[in-house]
C-alpha cells in the first residue's frame, strides 16, 4: 500500500509530505495507482520550483518521496506553493478515492 502523510502547521498550511510504499495493483510499470501517485506528487514538487523558483528539500529512494518547504519565504510565494500543494492533495485524494485498498492519506499537525 502507498501512505501518505501530510503535514500541516497549527495554521493549517502544508509543511511537508512523504509518501512511502507501492501500490501493488498490478504488475511493476503497468501499475496506474502508483503512476498516478507518482506523477501527482512529483509533478505536484516540479511546478514549485516553476512557478516559483523555490527548490524544496527532496528525499527519494525506491518507493520513498519526502518533500519538505523551505521556510521564511515571502507570503506571496508561500501562497503560491501553498496553492500548488492543495491542488496536489486534491488529486491525491481522488485516487485515494477510487483505490482505497491500495492508497492511503494520513494528515498530521
Known amino acids: 500500500m502507498i501512505e501518505i502523510?501530510?503535514?500541516r502547521s497549527d495554521s493549517d498550511y502544508i509543511q511537508s509530505f512523504e509518501i512511502s510504499g507501492h501500490a501493488f495493483f498490478?504488475?511493476?510499470?503497468?501499475?496506474?495507482?502508483c503512476a498516478g501517485?507518482?506523477?501527482?506528487?512529483v509533478g505536484?514538487?516540479?511546478?514549485?520550483y516553476a512557478l516559483t523558483?523555490?527548490?524544496p528539500e527532496i528525499e527519494q529512494g525506491d518507493g520513498f518521496l519526502r518533500c519538505?518547504?523551505?521556510?521564511?519565504l515571502p507570503k506571496v510565494t508561500?501562497?503560491?506553493i501553498q496553492l500548488l500543494l492543495e491542488g496536489m492533495v486534491?488529486?491525491?485524494?481522488?485516487?485515494e478515492e477510487e483505490y482505497g485498498s491500495h492508497i492511503k492519506i494520513t494528515f498530521k499537525k
Do not use: C, M, W
Not at 37 to 41: K, M
Not at 68 to 72: A, K, L, R, T
Open 26 to 33: 498490478a504488475e511493476r510499470g503497468k501499475d496506474i495507482v
Open 44 to 48: 505536484a514538487i516540479n511546478s514549485v
Open 53 to 55: 523558483g523555490v527548490t
Open 90 to 95: 486534491v488529486s491525491l485524494q481522488t485516487i
Open 78 to 80: 508561500f501562497e503560491k
Open 68 to 72: 519538505v518547504i523551505p521556510e521564511d
Open 37 to 41: 501517485a507518482s506523477a501527482v506528487s
Open 5 to 7: 502523510t501530510i503535514t
